[in-house]
Structure formats: structure tokens, C-alpha cells
């Protein structure tokens, strides 16, 4: 059997009872093309795997197998997404627990459903549909018991033969209620990092969050304890004017650094980043910082090598005079050292 999952053809190895229950519940992706990757089910099969925990593992391993395919060439974030009629799709971007399975079957109820999991999305802001099967508590069962479910047996709606990304939600589930917030470029950033695979591949990773963010009007957080509360806010999101652009600068990345020489610090090597107006969003091998004040001061002012003194006179040229100053900025330089920031003289650290 072979699915299309994020538009990628992955071959599954199955026989018996099984084909007519997992061609039931990828019903949407089942595809004619030839397989690019297949699973390995060598470990599931006649071991006596319960039918809900073989189809889970299945559906985690079809994943993973068009993740690998499309690394380093696509935006591939945990979100679930939904799309109207006209393509635009609104991507829900959320670590697991965050409720992205509850939040998409509950918009897909108006809106086509794409996928509840992973959202690939390429350099012209396609969103390649990943139609899996949905994992679902059963009624009155345990929640560590989950159900594989087609999306047409769970009645969900049918989504335009192409979609486009168009607005970007971050998911925050907890007490807080306060619905959708536009969030500031730096932080939607470094949230999405953390909530990616393989981001680090692309070319200029920082740059192409920060360009598809400004390309779909900014981002939001949905803060909400119950999602059904807002999903009229969510469907009219596709319809609110965009934020404007925020303006920002790009620092692309540099493989290597020259040692310090004598007593001054200077730059780590570094992947990407992005200067908006008061922060700057720098990535250090897979790792994302946001940097704000001082941190930004100083990583911008080692463009060129510079003593710590060099920095504190910076720091109090902009800022005033300040008795603390010379303290502020050696404990500054020592956090971003320990982080991989930068990279210190060899005398330090002084003895």
C-alpha cells in the first residue's frame, strides 16, 4: 500500500486483515505512485501488537519516513493545518500536548482538512497535505488508548485540491484565556524553531521563518482553555488584515571565526540571524536565542573583535553612565560564551 504523506509516496508493507483497515483510515492518501521510501514493520509484525498500537506506530513511522525526504528543502513544523475554499490555510503550531488533534477536528468541521500533525511547507508557501489518520481517545476510554481514525470516517471536510500558507497560530493551552495575540516576529521565531524538523538544513533558516512570517501577515498565540470557545475567531483570523512587516536586517551565517586576538572577544561561528528592532533572533548550530538590550549591544558591536572594556564603553555611550556597567557586561559576555554565542579571549577566564 502506498500514501501520500506531505506529498511524498512512502510504502507500506502490509497483508491480511490489516490492508483493508489501514486503506480505511488513510482513505485520503492512498496514491498509484510509485514508493520513494518504505517502512520497516519488521519489529510489528506477528508479535502479537495490539491493532491500535500497530496502526499508531504505522502512522509515526510514515511521518518520519517524509520528513527525512524533505529535509533541508521545506519549512516542516509540528502544527496541524486547515484550509478554506480558496486554498488559505491557517497552520496550529504547538508542542505535543497542546491540542493540535482536538483544534484541527474541531475546524475541520468548516474548514478542509490538511493535517493534525506536520505542516510542510515549501519556498512558495505550498502546504503539501499530510491526510493521516487521526489518533482519538475513544468515548469514555483511556487516554492512553488511542484510536486510529480516517478523517472521512470522523466526517471531516473535504480541503481545495491546493493550498497556500496565509496566517500562522501558536497554540497555548492552560488557564490563560485570553484568545489570540499577535506576537512579536523574534519570539513567533523561536517559538517555531523549537516546534520543527530539520530546520537547521535549510539555507538561511532564521531568514525563511522570518520571511514566511511577514508573507502570512505576522503571527498570533492562541491562548484558550477550550478551543471550541474560538473557533469563529480563528476561521475570521483568515480574513483580518495582516500585520505589517516588521523591518529587520539579516546576519547570514558564518562557518568559521579567527581567534581573538589579544584581550578581545568576538563572534562563535554562527548558522543565521535575523535584527528586527530591539532583538535579534541568532541561531548557533540548531539552537535558537532571542537577544534583547545588552545581548544585542554586544553581539552586534563584535562585527570586529573588541575588548570587554571596548563594550562597556559602547554599552555607556548609548546608555548613560552607569557604576554597574563594567559588572553588567562581564556577566553578559560569560552567559553568552557558556551558550555558544561568542567566543572569549585566550587569557579568559581571568585568574
Not at 505589517?244 to 579567527?258: D, I, K, T
Not at 572594556?309 to 560569560?334: C, N
Request: net charge negative.
Amino acid at each position: 500500500m502506498v500514501v501520500a504523506a506531505l506529498g511524498v509516496p512512502i510504502g507500506i508493507p502490509v497483508t491480511g486483515d490489516a490492508v483493508g483497515r489501514l486503506r480505511g483510515q488513510w482513505s485520503r492518501a492512498l496514491t498509484d505512485a510509485a514508493p520513494v521510501a518504505v517502512v520497516d514493520l519488521t519489529d510489528l509484525t506477528g508479535n502479537g501488537t495490539d491493532d491500535d498500537v500497530h496502526d499508531y506506530a504505522i502512522t509515526s513511522r510514515v511521518t518520519m519516513a517524509a520528513l527525512e525526504a524533505t529535509a533541508g528543502q521545506r519549512i516542516n513544523l509540528h502544527a496541524g493545518a486547515v484550509a478554506d475554499r480558496e486554498g488559505r490555510a491557517l497552520a496550529l503550531v504547538g508542542a505535543s500536548g497542546a491540542g493540535k488533534t482536538t483544534a484541527v477536528r474541531q475546524l475541520a468541521g468548516r474548514l478542509g482538512y490538511l493535517t493534525d500533525e506536520t505542516t510542510s511547507i515549501d519556498d512558495t508557501l505550498a502546504v503539501h497535505p499530510h491526510p493521516k489518520p487521526l489518533s482519538v481517545i475513544p468515548a469514555g476510554g483511556s487516554p492512553h488508548l488511542k484510536q486510529s481514525l480516517s478523517p472521512d470516517e470522523l466526517g471531516l471536510v473535504q480541503p481545495p485540491a491546493q493550498a497556500w500558507l496565509h496566517r500562522i497560530v501558536l497554540l497555548h493551552r492552560g488557564e490563560d484565556d485570553d484568545g489570540l495575540v499577535p506576537l512579536a516576529p523574534a519570539h513567533a521565531i523561536a517559538e517555531m524553531v523549537t516546534q520543527s524538523s530539520s530546520l537547521a538544513l535549510l539555507e538561511h533558516p532564521i531568514l525563511r521563518l522570518a520571511d514566511t512570517i511577514d508573507a502570512c501577515g505576522g503571527a498570533w498565540a492562541l491562548h484558550y482553555r477550550e478551543f471550541a470557545d474560538w473557533i469563529g475567531d480563528l476561521v475570521h483570523l483568515l480574513d483580518v488584515e495582516g500585520q505589517p512587516p516588521a523591518p529587520r536586517l539579516h546576519h547570514p551565517g558564518v562557518a568559521a571565526v579567527p581567534a581573538p586576538p589579544g584581550d578581545t572577544w568576538t563572534r562563535a561561528p554562527w548558522r543565521d540571524a535575523v535584527e528586527y528592532d530591539e532583538e535579534l533572533v541568532l541561531m548557533v548550530d540548531d539552537r535558537v536565542h532571542v537577544l534583547a538590550g545588552l545581548g544585542v549591544l554586544i553581539w552586534l558591536a563584535l562585527e570586529v573583535p573588541c575588548s570587554a572594556g571596548e563594550l562597556v564603553a559602547r554599552a555607556q555611550e548609548l546608555w548613560g553612565e552607569h557604576p554597574e556597567a563594567p559588572g553588567l557586561v562581564s556577566d553578559a559576555l560569560a552567559l553568552m560564551t557558556e551558550e555558544g554565542m561568542i567566543a572569549p579571549p585566550l587569557s579568559w577566564p581571568a585568574v
